[in-house]
């Protein structure tokens, strides 16, 4: 595989190298056909249109070039641009449950201590912490990959984690145990899950938090509806294809549902902060609404849910925010519940709590 990426590689870099110079030249080779400027027009700056008029054609010349050199690399060795992994079937993966960055040893134990730190300050409190850390698309679609293979320094991330987390008796629910099938779990464009997928977790975390008596439901009721399908192009799509040539290589977006849930119960203090005995600390995992992993909570505990997830931030840079937060020292919640994914596991952070 190795030696077909350093050939497919270098031959973008060349094409590029060709075409772009060929973009040039036609720059130039027009240029013959535009009349030249008097004074006049020349320090009036008319003249420049025409110029930007022949340099927007031979750009998109270009653009067109490299779009189908795209799709012919594709084609013969089945790969995008750095940050995706192309695999079976039009399912993409994000190279970061793959790579190794640096310190990743390191990185990893410094954030399983500052999770262990997490859950001293919080039971400080008295305050319960859930953990629910979602396993890779990678590890539980490992059929739908193609050439590449989940590294070996990868395998056990997950399993590792989950036994760190008995071994500190800190509650969390094995998500993996919970995915029967994961290709309705996952998007097959997107880092994410879909609906389902956050539907699923979110049924079982609040049958996990009952069970184990961290909290009572109450008598709240909440009523989740769905959007008409739409089409949606993942956050891997941009490391692929663009646009229409995306089609003709079998890269097609998913189609999606968006789920809103709203309350149903009359109770005009039901939102206000005081009230709020849960919070939900994590990623886009959680911040995205299109997913409604916060809603689907809600219906299921039968309690409104604090959401102080983040879009732009890693599970432990939002935790460390919230600790910080005048929301969390004013009205400290009951529980907190911590959506971690396993691919933020040897990612280094600068975290001082």
Known sequence: MIKKQNISGVM?????IIFAIGAV??????????PKPTLNEFLKGKWTSTYEKKFDEALFHYRQS???WNVANFKMFKEGKDGVIIGK????FTTEEFDRPKGFNDNINANIDFITQTYKTLSGHNIELFVIPIPSKARLLREKLERQKLPAYRKSIY???ISFLNAQNIRHLDLAFYIQDPERFFLKTDTHWTAAGAELTAKNTAQRLLDLKLIDKKGDTFETTLSDPKTHEGDLMRYTVNGEAAARVGLNPDTIQIPQTIST??????FSDAQLDIAL????????KEWNFNGFLKQYLGADVL???DEGLGPFETMQNYLLSNTYKNTPPKLVIWEIPERFLPVHYDLNI
């Open 25 to 34: 030249f036609s720059i130039f080779a027009t240029s013959g056909s535009v």
């Open 265 to 270: 119960t009359l109770n005009d203090d039901l």
């Open 281 to 288: 600390v994590g990623t886009s995992y959680s911040a995205n």
């Open 159 to 161: 399993a590792d984690f």
């Open 89 to 92: 079937d039009g399912w993409l």
């Open 12 to 16: 973008m870099l060349i094409f590029s």
């Open 307 to 309: 959401n102080m997830a």
């Open 66 to 68: 490299l779009d189908f």
